[in-house]
Each structure stands twice: as C-alpha cells, then as structure tokens.
C-alpha cells in the first residue's frame, strides 16, 4: 500500500491530467468521468482518482452529483453570455481608467508582455490540444499588463477573477472547426497594443469588446456543431485526437 506521500503524488499527477483533457476538450462539457475506468487507465487506486476529481469540483471543472457520480462541468451558452458581458463591463472600465493613466512605464509593461505573448508557442505539438500552457500563462500576462494603470486595485482584481472564470470558455472555443479560420488572435492582440499605445481609449474598448465577444460567437458554433453532444456520451474517455 502507498504511502501518504505516494498517494498526494498519484492524486496530484492524475488531477494534472485530468484538468489537462478537460482543458484541451478531450473530455467534453458534460462528459462523465467513471472514476473506476479512470483509476484502471492510470493503475491507481479509486481514493486517488475521487480526491483528484473533489480537487477539480473547487475549481468548478468538475461536477459531483448524488447517484449520478462526477462529470465534466456542462456548458452553458447563457452564463458565456452573461460572464461574457460582465467582462465588457469590467475589463472594459479598467482599460480605458488604464489607457487615461498611461505612462512610459505602462507603455513598456504592455510592449514586454506583448513580445513575450507574440513569441510563445500557441499551438501544441500534440494534435487535439487547444493552446499551450505557457501561451495561456502569456495570455493572462497580458492582458493583466493592458490593466495595470488602471488606478483602481479593485476593479484590476474584478477583472483578473472574471479572466480567470472564463478560462475554461476561451480555451473550449478553439475546439470549433473553424475556431482557427474565423479570427486572427494575434492580429486582435496586437491591435489593443497598438490602440493601448496610441492612448485611444475609445479605440481599446471596442477592440477588447469585439475580442471577448468573437469566444462566445466560437462556443456558440461548437455547441450547435454537435461535437460536445457526441464526445459527452456516459463513460466516454478522451476524444481520439
């Protein structure tokens, strides 16, 4: 029998690739997760699969329902809408507070994470994946740069949680067919770069409305493309990349 530090590194490793598949859409919205056939994949026991899947219900990937055992969160167009419109609200305001409050140093801060963003690897060498860990540690970075004039360490905050609660959406909207077809992501972000610079506020804000705008429109189309319904089917594993 392991030990508990064998057990707490099993559960950590199969709760990193479990949060990975349901990141990159091998398992889909609503998919079930049958600890049982989880635990035989991995040659664990199930006390290691059901404390990975309880770490991935804190960080709302996962669902646990009485009888009906745990499943990949379900998605809901009406809360990508809503969070979507909350993210305009917010991450709108702090933009144009920080683009109005720019200095040199906001200007380099947004130029730095830019580059770093621009060359980092977006895509994995692994069929089937959505965008590389490091591209979305970028991404973050990024857009928390865009902010950080922003005079208002609350609104800032505001912004990062609502970033962070719609992670999980943004990486699912690369999983539409024509997810990679329909928008140019570095062309979107070099765009608010330049309007940041240019201290066009109005400018900015349009352009980060649009660019929150176009994940929702993506996941819309994955939904109605039938992909989730399909991959979610009772105990089905990973999607064959």
């Not at 024509?178 to 804000?205: G, I, K, Y």
Request: charged content about 25%; some cysteine; aromatic content about 4%.
């Amino acid at each position: 029998m392991p030990d508990s530090a064998t057990h707490r590194s099993l559960s950590r490793a199969v709760y990193a690739s479990i949060r990975a598949d349901i990141l990159a859409g091998r398992y889909a919205p609503g998919a079930k997760l049958s600890p049982r056939t989880i635990a035989t994949e991995y040659n664990v026991s199930l006390s290691v699969v059901r404390e990975a899947l309880t770490r991935l219900t804190e960080q709302d990937l996962v669902v646990a329902a009485p009888q009906l055992g745990f499943s990949v969160v379900e998605l809901d167009i009406e809360d990508v809408r809503d969070v979507s419109r909350l993210r305009i609200l917010i991450e709108g305001a702090g933009l144009r507070g920080a683009v109005e409050h720019a200095d040199v140093e906001y200007e380099a801060r947004v130029v730095a994470s830019h580059h770093r963003l621009s060359r980092t690897r977006y895509l994995p060498a692994e069929p089937g994946e959505t965008t590389t860990e490091d591209w979305a540690r970028a991404h973050a970075e990024y857009h928390s740069a865009l902010l950080s004039a922003c005079p208002s360490p609350r609104l800032r905050d505001l912004a990062a949680s609502l970033r962070e609660t719609a992670e999980l959406y943004r990486r699912w909207s690369g999983l539409s067919a024509e997810a990679h077809e329909a928008r140019d992501v570095p062309a979107e972000h070099r765009a608010l770069m330049e309007a940041a610079l240019d201290r066009d506020a109005d400018r900015a804000v349009v352009l980060l409305t649009d660019h929150i705008n176009k994940t929702a429109t993506l996941l819309q189309s994955y939904l109605e493309s039938g992909v989730a319904r399909d991959l979610a089917e009772p105990d089905a594993g990973p999607a064959a990349s």
